[in-house]
């Protein structure tokens, strides 16, 4: 959220910002099911509001969509769909 943005700007970084103001929720998708996220990124982001998955929506040998995955999977949160349903529609 565009007000929870870092103070320090890492040297080699990149990431999704929503401008909306925070609302304490965080996300991390792994299409391969591979929960949970890694340590480094729950002390970076925080474990309190961090909702993952737990299911497999790609296998390794299927195309690389991942990317794309993610894509729509903001797309769906943008509509004010909850994480649960998102996943549910994949």
Do not use: T, W
């Not at 565009?2 to 320090?8: F, R």
């Not at 998708?29 to 961090?50: I, M, R, T």
């Not at 390794?60 to 649960?84: A, F, Q, R, V, W």
């Amino acid at each position: 959220m565009k007000d929870a943005l870092p103070q320090k700007i890492n040297k080699i970084e990149c990431g999704i910002i929503n401008s909306d103001e925070n609302n304490d929720k965080k996300y991390y998708f792994d299409s391969y099911g591979n929960a949970p996220p890694p340590q480094q990124l729950v002390k970076y982001l925080g474990s309190e509001n961090l909702f993952y998955n737990y299911e497999r929506v790609q296998n390794y040998n299927d195309p690389p969509i991942c990317g794309h995955l993610c894509l729509i999977i903001l797309e769906k949160l943008s509509k004010s769909k909850n994480y649960e349903e998102v996943l549910k529609e994949l």
